[in-house]
């Protein structure tokens, strides 16, 4: 009996990456694996410490509800005003979660990993699907917003629609909330 999976890069960037692994249900066997985010810092990077890859872990990881929402929003903002221009521009461009999206019917949870840049498993914790997905919306959102403020440097053609999506989205959101600068 063997499981079938699948790894897909979730989010990649100068600084970090993060991918995302997930089973097939095989005709063999009824049992699905639960699926698996692994982040981790590029040691070439700029950023040593791995910060940018710890920062961009602990929003994916935090819940979708309203509590200390705040703190979250301070979290966001400081991984925003982290990022480069050159890496909010590779974030925008290849971060991709439509395979994470459609999972969250057959598995409810996900387990998140954060490795250090030696490789070293740092932090684990086990997540609700939709509230990771909900937090990489987040991110993107609010670095569309920052880096529309500045004229981006590529426009990749086929985010173009999703881009017009979000910054109606991105809009009413803003007009109700208001976000440390």
């Given at each position: 009996?063997?499981?079938?999976?699948?790894?897909?890069?979730?989010?990649?960037?100068?600084?970090?990456?993060?991918?995302?692994?997930?089973?097939?249900?095989?005709?063999?066997?009824?049992?699905?694996?639960?699926?698996?985010?692994?982040?981790?810092?590029?040691?070439?990077?700029?950023?040593?410490?791995?910060?940018?890859?710890?920062?961009?872990?602990?929003?994916?990881?935090?819940?979708?509800?309203?509590?200390?929402?705040?703190?979250?929003?301070?979290?966001?903002?400081?991984?925003?005003?982290?990022?480069?221009?050159?890496?909010?521009?590779?974030?925008?461009?290849n971060a991709a979660w439509t395979t994470l999206e459609a999972s969250i019917p057959t598995t409810p949870?996900?387990?998140?990993?954060?490795?250090?840049?030696?490789?070293?498993?740092?932090?684990?914790?086990?997540?609700?699907?939709?509230?990771?997905?909900?937090?990489?919306?987040?991110?993107?959102?609010?670095?569309?917003?920052?880096?529309?403020?500045?004229?981006?440097?590529?426009?990749?053609?086929?985010r173009k629609e999703l881009k017009k999506d979000l910054n109606r989205e991105t809009h009413k959101y803003?007009?109700?909330?208001?976000?440390?600068?």
């Amino acid at each position: 009996m063997s499981i079938t999976k699948m790894t897909d890069m979730l989010a990649t960037t100068g600084a970090f990456f993060a991918t995302f692994t997930h089973s097939f249900k095989n005709k063999a066997t009824d049992s699905w694996e639960t699926p698996t985010i692994e982040v981790s810092p590029v040691i070439s990077a700029h950023d040593r410490d791995g910060a940018l890859a710890s920062s961009f872990f602990k929003i994916i990881t935090s819940d979708s509800s309203n509590d200390h929402r705040h703190h979250k929003d301070e979290l966001l903002w400081h991984f925003v005003e982290s990022c480069s221009r050159k890496e909010s521009e590779e974030f925008w461009e290849n971060a991709a979660w439509t395979t994470l999206e459609a999972s969250i019917p057959t598995t409810p949870w996900t387990t998140c990993v954060l490795y250090n840049q030696r490789g070293e498993a740092v932090d684990v914790r086990i997540c609700k699907t939709a509230d990771i997905v909900s937090a990489l919306r987040r991110v993107e959102s609010s670095l569309f917003e920052y880096i529309t403020k500045k004229p981006l440097a590529a426009v990749n053609s086929r985010r173009k629609e999703l881009k017009k999506d979000l910054n109606r989205e991105t809009h009413k959101y803003f007009l109700h909330h208001k976000h440390p600068r």
